[in-house]
T-cell receptor, first 114, second 115 residues
Framework: GAGVSQTPSNKVTEKGKYVELRCDPISGHTALYWYRQSLGQGPEFLIYFQGTGAADDSGLPNDRFFAVRPEGSVSTLKIQRTERGDSAVYLC????????????FGSGTRLTVV | AQSVTQLGSHVSVSEGALVLLRCNYSSSVPPYLFWYVQYPNQGLQLLLKYTSAATLVKGINGFEAEFKKSETSFHLTKPSAHMSDAAEYFCAVNYGTGTASKLTFGTGTRLQVTL
């Protein structure tokens, strides 16, 4: 597609529930990144994919969070047993190849855990 | 560890006035540096980037930034503010390629433009 697409744009879920957030990167981009932006803060790195594999998952806060990118294109961020502290905007970005500078961000998914 | 400091969480300028948003990074190794803008309920849009070429970088919407290694700074400027410049601005740093290509962001500066 023309840009990075993230769905849903908004998600409200109850504490303890499971959620999936989807990212569709720019066609042909091999590198994909997930960031989390809490209110009043800058985005914080979560995980980076190079192709199908997670090259760096050092930003995932705990084992309730994991992400997949099975075919090297669309990625899904999965959060189990959601907590109120997980409420944030989850941003996805992609770049043509790893190490490209200034990659393209999607509009984000605003997750609210009530 | 790499870090980015943005001085001033809120900056207010009059329309037509100079915009100066400050960013300092921590490193002895020149990094790649970026400025992003975020409008309400939107994603991040790249304004400009420094990748070890010219130290004065020109970006979109009339913005520019100068890399000063001696000051470890990458301040963003615009000669004349416009109402449409009101947004959140983020400075970010990237120290390398491959698995080190993740960005570290500052906490952001909210720019307000008044009449």
């Amino acid at each position: 597609g023309a840009g990075v697409s993230q769905t849903p744009s908004n998600k409200v879920t109850e504490k303890g529930k499971y959620v999936e957030l989807r990212c569709d990167p720019i066609s042909g981009h091999t590198a994909l990144y997930w960031y989390r932006q809490s209110l009043g803060q800058g985005p914080e790195f979560l995980i980076y994919f190079q192709g199908t594999g997670a090259a760096d998952d050092s930003g995932l806060p705990n084992d309730r969070f994991f992400a997949v990118r099975p075919e090297g294109s669309v990625s899904t961020l999965k959060i189990q047993r959601t907590e109120r502290g997980d409420s944030a905007v989850y941003l996805c970005a992609s770049s043509l190849r790893p190490g490209d500078t200034g990659y393209t961000f999607g509009s984000g998914t605003r997750l609210t855990v009530v | 560890a790499q870090s980015v400091t943005q001085l001033g969480s809120h900056v207010s300028v009059s329309e037509g006035a100079l915009v100066l948003l400050r960013c300092n990074y921590s490193s002895s190794v020149p990094p790649y540096l970026f400025w992003y803008v975020q409008y309400p309920n939107q994603g991040l849009q790249l304004l400009l980037k420094y990748t070890s070429a010219a130290t004065l970088v020109k970006g979109i919407n009339g913005f520019e930034a100068e890399f000063k290694k001696s000051e470890t700074s990458f301040h963003l400027t615009k000669p004349s503010a416009h109402m449409s410049d009101a947004a959140e601005y983020f400075c970010a740093v990237n120290y390398g390629t491959g698995t080190a290509s993740k960005l570290t962001f500052g906490t952001g500066t909210r720019l307000q433009v008044t009449l």
